[in-house]
């Protein structure tokens, strides 16, 4: 009996892990594809802001109710229903003949991937081992490569809008997935949930020891992220003359960095502590953007820098969300999880739009200046953060990584 349990845990942990590559793949899509969309649709450089800013909007929407939301459904429940929302908005967004249509489908876009985001987060944190977040993210990193992969091969053919298509059906596909596997979730009674994610006053976060720091890290750490998912391929089409299709390669080469980084940290947690993996990665970040500064080199020498731009932001998200556990009392954590990541998703909705107004209106040579200035106040802000945390009251007394 205990063989058939722990198997069929195991099988449900491979049904999230995939989830996770669903919340990933539409998620570099605009960014890599944008060069052409933008042709098609007649609009400017810097329109990818206003659909960035209305995809986010719905995240940050989702994330803060997330709380709200898992008291009302079950995490499968959310789960299933995201899936197949995205999947329908992406297959959509490849009909549209005008900018303001893609805007529409931006409402189930944000609300399906903050939803997908927190729950899982929350779902896994709750009934596996701690050793399994990087993995998670990893898979994550899988989707949000796979996707730049299939739009370098549509532009290829001169097409965004197969790109999209595929996408949304391999999405519909997962979603069925979840859906024929949904008696494998664990039971989530109602009362269960409603003493899980119990209300708690926002004031009371904010007044947490380290709360602010926390919440500030994730927002420019999610900055930094959108800025190589959304504007890299913008950078070496314009700055250094590539083509359409070897510009989204470089978003594929990030997301492939960031992937292999986050299995890397899964494999690496046992021997390195979660600190020491975030710091290393906000360090190879700034390497990566001071190299990007310099002109003239081969091609391949900076498709090197991106993907060591990848590998420096795989391990801080992950391990991040981890270290709430050591630093925040258990009843907070899921207000203070959906609170990181309503922000966080300020950190691509807002500062990441703004960053593309400055490319647009002044230059996107500037595009290394901002990955150096965002990467060094991270690391400021960090190491604060783990410094005033070395002396607080430790939540847990081992971390499992």
């Not at 899921?334 to 400055?358: D, E, H, R, W």
Request: net charge positive.
């Amino acid at each position: 009996m205990g063989d058939f349990f722990m198997k069929k845990k195991l099988i449900l942990l491979a049904v999230i892990y995939i989830i996770f590559i669903a919340l990933g793949l539409p998620d570099a899509l605009i960014g890599s594809g944008w060069n052409l969309i933008r042709e098609d649709l007649n609009v400017s450089l810097g329109t990818l802001g206003i659909m960035t800013i209305a995809i986010y909007s719905m995240s940050v929407l989702a994330t803060f109710n997330a709380p709200r939301l898992l008291r009302l459904l079950e995490t499968k429940a959310i789960s299933i229903i995201s899936v197949f929302m995205t999947g329908f908005a992406l297959i959509m967004i490849s009909q549209i003949n005008e900018f303001y249509q893609m805007l529409f489908f931006a409402i189930p876009l944000g609300l399906g991937a903050g939803a997908i985001d927190v729950s899982l987060n929350h779902y896994l944190a709750a009934n596996y081992e701690a050793k399994h977040m990087n993995y998670l993210h990893s898979f994550y990193g899988i989707g949000v490569t796979l996707g730049p992969s299939v739009m370098a091969y549509t532009l290829s053919q001169n097409s965004w809008r197969n790109g999209y298509i595929i996408v949304g059906i391999m999405l519909l596909v997962i979603a069925s997935i979840a859906l024929f596997t949904n008696k494998l979730w664990a039971k989530e009674p109602k009362q269960e949930r409603e003493d899980t994610h119990a209300h708690i006053k926002m004031s009371e976060i904010f007044k947490t020891r380290g709360a602010i720091a926390s919440i500030l890290i994730f927002m420019i750490y999610v900055h930094i992220e959108s800025l190589g998912g959304v504007w890299i391929a913008s950078y070496f089409y314009i700055d250094k003359g590539v083509s359409y299709a070897t510009a989204a390669l470089f978003t594929t080469v990030f997301y492939l960095g960031l992937t292999v980084g986050r299995l890397s940290s899964g494999i690496l947690s046992s021997k390195l502590s979660p600190s020491f993996m975030v710091r290393m990665g906000q360090t190879f970040i700034v390497i990566a953007a001071v190299l990007m500064l310099f002109k003239g080199l081969p091609i391949w020498t900076y498709f090197v820098m991106v993907g060591l731009f990848g590998l420096g932001c795989a391990p801080i998200y992950p391990n991040m969300m981890f270290l709430n556990s050591v630093y925040f009392e258990k009843k907070k954590l899921s207000k203070m999880v959906s609170l990181q990541m309503a922000l966080g998703y300020c950190g691509f909705g807002i500062l990441t739009p703004l960053a593309g107004l400055f490319f647009d209106k002044i230059s996107i040579g500037f595009y290394p200046v901002f990955l150096i200035v965002s990467s060094s106040l991270l690391y400021f802000i960090t190491f604060k953060l783990m410094l005033h945390k070395k002396s607080a009251p430790k939540y847990i007394e081992i971390i499992e990584a």
